[in-house]
C-alpha cells in the first residue's frame, strides 16, 4: 500500500491543528497595501493561508497552536495599519465586594489583545476593550471562570434584559438566608438564654444532659455552615488558596475558625488549655444569618437601583394593531416589520418609531423629554415608540423596530452609563486590592497580640477579636459605594430626559466652572420666522422664490424658515438645479438659471461680491432690532436683505439666572450677526458674547474660556456645534438637534428645555456629593471599627466587639450606602411629568 510522504502528511495535520483568524484592517488603500499586510502576516511563526481583501478590509489567516491573533494584530499594526478597537460585555456572576472586581478586571486584562477591562459590581457587568476580531468572547468568558466566577456574552446591540440569574440569585438569598436564621434561632437561645432567663442552663442541662445543649449547638451550626453558608466556603476558600483572598474568604475564616474551636470545644475538650473549653456556635451561625440577610437586602436595593431600564422597557406594549388590507389584526410587538402600517387609539401607548400617515392627535411624549406638554401629531410628524396616545386615532409607518428604536437606543445608553466606572473608582481599586489581604494580617495580628499578652486564659478572646477584626473589614460598601450612586443617579436623569452618554460625565460635568450655550435652538426656539425682505429694483417675490429654492436643499432653522415664509405666501418653491453649503458662511447654488448666495456678510465677502451700502445699512438697523440679517447675491450681485427672527425659548432667562446663581460663568457662542447675538444675550442676562463664529471658532473661544475659568461644558443642537460639543470638558447636546450633533455629546438633553442643563448639572452634583458620602462612610467605617474590633479599647476597660456585632454592623454599612443612593431617586428639579415613570 502506498503511504502518503511524511511532509505532506506533515502539512495536513498541521492545517488541520490550525485555528482561523479573521480581522479588520483600517488604512489600506490599494494593491500595494494588501501586499505589505499580506507579508507582514505571513512572517508570523505558524501562519498560513494569509489572505487580505481591499474590498472588505479584512484579513483572513490561519494560526498554528503558540501564535496567537493578538500578534497577528501587532503584525498588522507594526505594518503602519490599524486594527480597529472594539467592545464584549459579560454578564458575571459570583462577584461580592470590590476585591472581586480586581480579581476578574485582572483576569481580563490577561487574556492577549485585550487593551482594557471595567467590572461593575452592582450591575455584575464587565465591559472589555479589545481588537476587532483578535479576541473570542468565549476566551473572555473562560479568562473569568478561571478566576473562579461564572461569565456569560451579552450582545451589546441589543435591548437590555431582566436579569434572570440575578433574579435567581436573590431568591436563592432570600432562601438561604429564612433557613440559616430558623436553624441559628436555637443556637443563640441555647447560647445566650441564660443571660436573660436564670436558671436557662441549668433547665436546659436536665433535659439534654450535660453535653446535650453544646452537641445540639454543633448539629444546627453544621447545618447553617454546610447548607445556606456553603456559598461563603465555595467561593472563598478557592480564592484564599489561589493567593487572592476576598470577602467571601474573609466570612469563611471567622464563621470557621468560631465553628472549628467550638467543635474542638465540644468533641475533644482536653485539647484546649484549661478556662479556654468556650463555645462560639453562635458567633459562627449569626455571621452567616446576618451577612446573607445583608446580602439579601443588597439584592434588593440593587434591583431598584437598576429599574430605571427595567421602567423603559416596559413601556413599550406588548401587542401592536397592524392595518393590512383595511383590516385591523393585533400582533405581538416583536412581529413588527418596518413598514408595516400600525394604527394607535386614543389612551394606548405608540407601538413603535414610526411615521403618521393619517389621522391627528396630541401625544405625550414626557418619558423621552421630560416635558409634559403633548405635542401635536399630524401625517408626516415622528412618533416614538412607548409614548402615550392622548387624543384622536393615529395610522403610523413603522420605520425602527427592536435593538433600532428610540427606547431600546436610550436603554442601552443608560445601561452604558450605569456601567462606567468614575475616575474616582481609581481610588477605591488602589485601596481594596490590598484592604483584604491587608485585613487577614491585622487579624492574625490580633489573635498573635492576645494570645501573648492577655491574661490566660488567652486563647479564647484572641479567637474573638481575630473573627471581629476579619469580619467588620469586609470591603462591601467599598465597591458599591460608586456604582450603585451612577445607576441611580444615571436612571433618574433618565427619567427627566437626561441622557448620560458616558458615565464619567457625571463627574466631570459637576466640576465645570464655565457654561457656554449656542443660541439657535438651544436658547431660541430655533424655528425663526421671516420677519422682513429688502430688495429695492428687484420683485420682492421673485427674490423670496429663488431664496426658498435654494434654502430649501438645507436642514438649517434660518432656511426652514425661508421656506415656510415663501409658501405662507403662496410662492412656488423651485428646485434648486445646483447647491452647496459652507459651514459657518452660507449657502449657494442655481436656481432658475440664476446664480443665488445667501449668509451673512462674511460670505459675500467671500465670494468677492460687493456689498451695497443701503442694504448694509438696512441689515444694520435690523440686527440692532434683534433680528438676525441675511444677504442674498443674485448673479453675482448684492440684491436683498432678509431678516429672520427667533423667538427666545421659555425657561431660557430662568436657566441662564440658575447657572450663574450655582457660581458659573455664562457666555453665548453663536455664528450670527453680532447685533442680533448681542440684543438676544441681553434680554436673556449674558455679558459674555462671541458672534459671527465658525465653528472652529466656537472651539478657540472654549479654550479661552477654559483659560479664564477652568473647566467648560458647550451646549449645541447644530451640525456646525459638533466641534464645540467634542472639545469642550463636557458637551451636551439638545436631543431635538441633529444626529451629529447628539453623537459628538457626552451629554444629550432630550427636551428643548434650557432648564435641563440646569437640572443635568444639579443631578451631577448631587451624584458626586452621594458617591463621596457613601466613600466617606464606607473608608471610615472600616478605619475606625477595626482597631476596636482587634480589642484597642478593651485593653483599656472599653467596650469590644463582639463578632457578631461585627457581622451586624458590616452588614448594616452596605445597606447604609445602597440607602444612601437610593435617596437620588428623588433628585432633580422638575417636577415629574404626568405619564412618565416615576
Excluded at 511524511?6 to 490550525?18: D, E, L, N, V, W
Excluded at 491573533?69 to 503584525?75: D, I, K, L
Excluded at 442674498?632 to 432667562?653: E, F
Excluded at 478593651?794 to 447604609?816: D, E, K, N, R, Y
Aim: net charge neutral.
Amino acid at each position: 500500500m502506498e503511504t502518503e510522504p511524511r511532509s505532506t502528511m506533515s502539512a495536513t495535520m498541521s492545517a488541520q491543528s490550525a485555528a482561523p483568524v479573521s480581522f479588520p484592517v483600517e488604512g489600506m488603500s490599494c494593491a500595494a497595501c494588501v501586499g505589505r499586510v499580506e507579508r507582514a502576516l505571513g512572517r508570523l511563526p505558524g501562519a498560513s493561508a494569509v489572505s487580505v481583501n481591499l474590498a472588505t478590509g479584512r484579513a483572513s489567516l490561519r494560526l498554528e497552536p503558540g501564535t496567537t491573533p493578538a500578534e497577528a494584530a501587532a503584525a498588522v499594526e507594526a505594518a503602519g495599519y490599524a486594527v480597529p478597537e472594539t467592545e464584549t460585555a459579560l454578564a458575571v456572576s459570583g462577584l461580592s465586594c470590590a476585591s472581586c472586581v480586581g480579581r476578574v478586571e485582572r483576569a481580563l486584562a490577561a487574556v492577549p489583545g485585550v487593551l482594557g477591562a471595567a467590572v461593575n459590581l452592582a450591575t455584575g457587568r464587565a465591559v472589555v476593550r479589545h481588537r476587532a476580531g483578535v479576541v473570542a468572547p468565549a476566551d473572555l468568558a473562560a479568562a473569568v471562570e478561571a478566576a473562579g466566577y461564572a461569565a456569560k456574552p451579552l450582545d451589546a446591540e441589543a435591548p437590555p434584559a431582566p436579569d434572570a440569574a440575578r433574579a435567581r440569585e436573590a431568591r436563592a438569598l432570600r432562601r438561604d438566608a429564612l433557613i440559616a436564621a430558623l436553624l441559628a434561632l436555637p443556637v443563640v437561645v441555647l447560647d445566650m438564654g441564660g443571660h436573660v432567663v436564670p436558671g436557662f442552663h441549668h433547665a436546659v442541662a436536665g433535659i439534654l444532659g450535660a453535653d446535650g445543649a453544646a452537641w445540639l449547638q454543633a448539629g444546627l451550626a453544621t447545618l447553617v455552615l454546610a447548607g445556606p453558608g456553603r456559598r461563603f466556603f465555595a467561593q472563598g476558600v478557592p480564592g484564599l488558596l489561589r493567593g487572592h483572598p476576598d470577602m467571601n474568604a474573609l466570612v469563611a475564616l471567622g464563621s470557621g475558625a468560631a465553628y472549628l474551636y467550638s467543635l474542638v470545644a465540644t468533641v475533644a475538650p482536653d485539647l484546649l488549655p484549661a478556662g479556654s473549653r468556650h463555645l462560639y456556635f453562635e458567633a459562627s451561625v449569626l455571621i452567616v444569618t446576618l451577612i446573607l440577610l445583608g446580602r439579601t437586602l443588597e439584592a434588593r436595593a440593587r434591583g431598584r437601583t437598576g429599574e430605571a431600564i427595567a421602567q423603559l422597557l416596559d413601556l413599550a406594549p406588548r401587542t401592536a394593531r397592524v392595518v393590512r388590507d383595511g383590516t385591523e389584526a393585533e400582533v405581538p410587538l416583536a412581529a413588527l416589520k418596518v413598514g408595516d402600517v400600525v394604527r394607535v387609539r386614543p389612551g394606548e401607548r405608540v407601538a413603535a418609531d414610526g411615521v403618521v400617515v393619517a389621522g391627528e392627535s396630541f401625544v405625550d411624549e414626557s418619558m423621552v423629554t421630560g416635558e409634559p406638554a403633548p405635542v401635536r401629531k399630524a401625517p408626516g410628524a415622528a412618533t416614538v415608540g412607548g409614548t402615550v396616545n392622548r387624543g384622536g386615532s393615529l395610522d403610523l409607518r413603522v420605520g425602527s423596530v427592536g435593538a433600532d428604536t428610540v427606547l431600546a437606543q436610550i436603554a442601552r445608553m443608560v445601561e452604558r452609563a450605569q456601567g462606567a466606572k468614575l475616575p474616582i473608582q481609581a481610588l477605591v481599586d488602589r485601596v481594596t486590592g490590598r484592604f483584604v489581604p491587608a485585613v487577614i494580617a491585622a487579624a492574625l495580628a490580633t489573635f498573635a497580640a492576645w494570645l501573648a499578652l492577655a491574661p490566660a486564659p488567652a486563647l479564647g478572646p484572641a479567637l474573638v477579636h481575630a473573627i471581629a477584626v476579619l469580619i467588620i473589614a469586609c470591603p462591601c460598601a467599598m465597591g458599591l459605594a460608586t456604582p450603585t450612586s451612577i445607576m441611580v443617579g444615571t436612571g433618574r436623569a433618565a427619567r427627566r430626559g437626561i441622557l448620560f452618554r458616558d458615565g464619567t460625565a457625571l463627574q466631570r460635568l459637576q466640576s465645570v466652572r464655565a457654561v457656554a450655550l449656542d443660541k439657535t435652538g438651544t436658547l431660541t426656539e430655533g424655528r425663526p420666522r421671516l420677519t422682513a425682505l429688502d430688495a429695492p429694483g428687484h420683485d420682492a417675490a421673485e427674490i423670496l422664490g429663488l431664496a426658498a429654492g435654494l434654502e430649501s436643499r438645507s436642514e438649517h432653522p434660518v432656511a426652514a424658515a425661508i421656506v415656510a415664509g415663501a409658501r405662507a405666501r403662496s410662492l412656488a418653491v423651485p428646485e434648486p438645479e445646483s447647491f452647496e453649503a459652507e459651514a459657518g458662511h452660507g449657502v449657494r447654488g442655481r436656481v432658475g438659471g440664476r446664480a443665488v448666495a445667501i449668509g451673512a456678510r462674511r460670505w459675500l465677502d467671500r465670494l468677492g461680491i460687493a456689498a451695497d451700502p443701503n442694504l448694509a445699512a438696512r441689515a444694520e438697523a435690523l440686527a440692532a432690532a434683534g433680528s438676525s440679517p441675511l444677504h442674498l447675491a443674485l448673479d453675482g450681485r448684492h440684491a436683498a436683505v432678509l431678516a429672520v427672527a427667533d423667538p427666545i425659548k421659555a425657561g431660557a432667562r430662568e436657566a441662564v439666572a440658575a447657572l450663574r446663581a450655582r457660581g458659573l460663568a455664562v457666555a453665548m457662542l453663536t455664528g450670527d450677526e453680532r447685533r442680533a447675538a448681542e440684543g438676544i444675550a441681553k434680554n436673556l442676562g449674558i455679558e459674555a458674547v462671541s458672534a459671527e463664529m465658525l465653528p472652529a471658532g466656537k472651539v478657540e473661544a472654549l479654550r479661552a474660556l477654559r483659560a479664564a475659568h477652568g473647566p467648560v461644558a458647550f451646549v449645541g443642537d447644530g451640525i456646525n456645534d459638533a466641534p464645540a460639543l467634542a472639545e469642550a470638558d463636557v458637551g451636551l447636546a439638545i436631543g431635538t438637534g441633529t444626529d451629529i450633533a447628539v453623537e459628538s455629546a457626552d451629554v444629550v438633553l432630550m427636551a428643548a428645555d434650557p432648564g435641563a442643563l440646569v437640572e443635568a448639572l444639579d443631578l451631577s452634583r448631587a451624584v458626586m456629593r452621594n458617591i463621596r458620602q457613601n466613600l466617606f462612610w464606607a473608608f471610615a467605617y472600616n478605619v475606625a471599627l477595626i482597631p476596636v474590633a482587634a480589642g484597642a479599647l478593651a485593653v483599656v476597660g472599653g467596650p469590644s466587639l463582639s463578632p457578631v456585632l461585627a457581622a451586624s454592623a458590616m452588614a448594616l454599612s452596605s445597606t447604609f450606602v445602597l440607602g444612601n443612593a437610593l435617596r437620588l431617586r428623588r433628585a432633580g428639579g422638575r417636577a415629574v411629568p404626568a405619564g412618565s415613570p416615576a
